[in-house]
């Protein structure tokens, strides 16, 4: 029984990756865009600016970067998804990057600098 469940979890999973596809697509503009998943775009970029801030980085900055980041989202996958999907996993990562004991130097060092990546996104 508990294997039906998984299959049917993952068949879920498959629905909703498959239906973000086809959403993210548009037929005006001559093919499909790049695929875009909120969730996982939030739970990345959560733990790069939580680690970010766990290390030392200003607060301005990380909120410049999540500004930016949010309007990229929604101009990718609107409103609806931005909101539920995207926001949702980046401050649950965010949160739980922030609740961590403090990285190594070496660890900050590398967090810095995806942070920076990050930053300077297109």
Known sequence: MRSAACRL????LALLAAGAARA???PDAGGARPLVIPQVEGERQGKVLGRALACGAERERVE?????????????????LTEERYVLALDDAMRLETSLPAP???????????FERLETAP
């Not at 980041?69 to 409103?79: D, P, S, T, Y």
């Not at 190594?104 to 995806?114: D, M, Q, T, Y």
Request: proline residues 3%; positive net charge.
């Open 9 to 12: 979890s993952g068949l879920a």
């Open 24 to 26: 993210q697509t548009t």
């Open 64 to 80: 410049r970067v999540l500004r930016t980041g949010r309007a990229r989202m929604l101009a990718a996958v609107g409103r609806a």
């Open 104 to 114: 190594s130097p070496g660890a900050c060092e590398k967090a810095l600098a995806a």
